[in-house]
C-alpha cells in the first residue's frame, strides 16, 4: 500500500503580541495571514484549505468563510474550530490531515484576538470561565485562574512542589521573551518578584498568571516539500470539567503523547526542543512531568541545571510562552507552534538555540481538558 504523503509547513507568521489599539480581530488575524503567504511564495489562488480558531471578541458564526472572503481566498475546505486553548495545535493536526488525504495542497491557518483592547476584563474573566460546570462549578464564582489553583494545591500535595519551584519557570519565560521582538513582557522579574507579586488564587500569584494581550499567528501547511515537517499527531479528550478529573497525575496529556510519538517513529530521547501550553506556570510543570521530560515534582530541578535553557539540552518557549509572549486566546498557544517551526528551520534569530531537529509542540484546552501533542522534524530528519 502506498504512504500517505508528507505534510510540511512552509511558514509561520506573528503580529506583535500586547496592546494593539485600533485593531480588530480580522485586522489582526489578515495580517498574519497575509505575512505568512507573502513569506511561503504561496499564490492567494492555490490555497484550497482555510482553518480558523475561534475569537471571543468576534464570535461570528462562519468564521472560516468570513476570512476566505477577506482574505480574497477561494478554498475547497473552510473549517472554524472551538478547542479551547488546544485549538491552534487541533487545526494543524487537522490541516495536515487535509494534506496527506490528498483533500487540500495548501491549508493556512489563522487565529488572533483583540482580547486586551477588544474586551473588558470582567468580560473576558466570565467567558472563559465557561468551561466549569454550569450546575456545580459556575454558581460557586470559580474561573479560570480558581480552577487551575485547585489543581495547583493538589498536584503541589501530591509531588513535594514548591511555589518557588513554580515561580522558576515565569522568570525563565521572562528572561526568553526578552529576546523576542514581538513578547508582550519583556521587563526582567526575578525568583522573590513572582514570589511578591499580588495573589491571584491561592497558590498561584499574579506572575504565575499569562496576561491578557492582542495578536495573530498564522501557519501554512502544505504537501510542498518545505523545511518542518509534521511527523506525528495525537489527541485526548478525558473530561471536560475539573470535577470529573480522575486523578492530576494523569489529565491525558501523555495519551496524546503516546499516538504522536509513535506516528513519528520518534521516542523521547530524539526531542531537542519543546513547546508546551503554560496558560500558567501549573501547568508547564504538570505537563512537562506527565509528558515525561522531568520526573514528577522534580521539573524545577532541571530547569535549574540549564537543561530548558537557550544553550540546553531541550530549550523551552523561546519566544517566552504564553506567561512572557502573551495570551491572545487561540494566537497565543499557536505561538508555541509558530517558535518551534522557526527553530527548527534555522530562523529564530538572536533566540536561534542552535541547531534543533527535533521538537514537541503539546497544547491544553480548558482545565487541561483537551490535549493535543504534534511532532515536528527539521528538514535534514524528515
Not at 130 to 155: H, K, M, R
Not at 166 to 171: D, G, N, P, R
Not at 230 to 242: C, F, K, R, S, V
Not at 250 to 272: K, M, V
Amino acid at each position: 500500500m502506498k504512504a500517505a504523503p508528507h505534510a510540511y509547513v512552509l511558514s509561520v507568521a506573528n503580529t506583535p503580541f500586547g496592546r494593539q489599539p485600533g485593531r480588530s480581530a480580522v485586522d489582526l488575524m489578515s495580517a498574519a495571514a497575509t505575512e505568512a503567504l507573502r513569506a511561503s511564495g504561496v499564490a492567494h489562488d492555490t490555497v484550497d484549505g482555510l482553518l480558523c480558531g475561534y475569537a471571543t471578541t468576534f464570535p461570528h458564526l462562519m468564521l472560516a468563510t468570513y476570512m476566505a472572503e477577506k482574505l480574497g481566498l477561494n478554498p475547497g475546505y473552510a473549517h472554524g474550530m472551538q478547542m479551547g486553548g488546544a485549538t491552534g495545535a487541533g487545526m494543524i493536526m487537522l490541516a495536515r490531515m487535509l494534506v496527506r488525504s490528498g483533500s487540500c495542497r495548501h491549508v493556512l491557518v489563522v487565529a488572533g484576538e483583540n482580547r486586551l483592547t477588544g474586551q473588558a476584563v470582567d468580560t473576558s474573566i466570565q467567558t472563559l470561565a465557561q468551561v466549569g460546570d454550569a450546575a456545580t462549578e459556575l454558581p460557586n464564582g470559580a474561573s479560570i485562574p480558581a480552577y487551575y489553583a485547585l489543581l495547583a494545591s493538589e498536584y503541589m500535595h501530591r509531588t513535594g512542589l514548591r511555589r518557588e519551584d513554580l515561580a522558576e519557570f515565569s522568570v525563565l519565560m521572562r528572561s526568553h521573551a526578552s529576546r523576542h521582538p514581538d513578547a508582550h513582557l519583556t521587563d526582567a522579574i526575578s525568583l522573590e518578584d513572582v514570589l511578591a507579586s499580588r495573589p491571584v488564587a491561592t497558590p498561584l500569584h499574579l506572575l504565575d498568571c499569562c496576561p491578557i494581550s492582542d495578536g495573530a499567528v498564522a501557519v501554512l501547511v502544505s504537501a510542498d516539500e518545505g523545511p518542518v515537517r509534521i511527523a506525528g499527531g495525537g489527541q485526548a479528550h478525558q473530561h471536560q470539567h475539573l470535577s470529573a478529573l480522575d486523578n492530576v497525575l494523569a489529565t491525558g496529556a501523555a495519551r496524546a503523547f503516546g499516538p504522536a510519538l509513535r506516528e513519528a517513529g520518534a521516542q523521547i530521547s530524539d526531542f531537542d526542543y519543546l513547546g508546551v501550553y503554560d496558560s500558567f506556570t501549573i501547568t508547564l510543570v504538570m505537563l512537562l512531568e506527565e509528558l515525561g521530560f522531568a520526573p514528577r515534582g522534580q521539573a524545577a530541578r532541571l530547569l535549574r541545571t540549564g537543561a530548558f535553557g537557550l544553550n540546553g539540552a531541550v530549550p523551552l518557549n523561546t519566544h517566552g510562552g504564553l506567561l512572557s509572549f502573551g495570551h491572545s486566546g487561540v494566537a497565543g498557544g499557536m505561538a508555541h507552534f509558530a517558535e518551534a517551526w522557526r527553530q527548527l528551520a534555522g530562523r529564530a534569530g538572536d533566540r536561534q538555540a542552535g541547531r534543533r531537529r527535533c521538537a514537541l509542540v503539546h497544547a491544553d484546552g480548558g482545565v487541561l481538558s483537551s490535549h493535543v501533542s504534534l511532532v515536528l522534524k527539521s528538514g535534514e530528519t524528515a
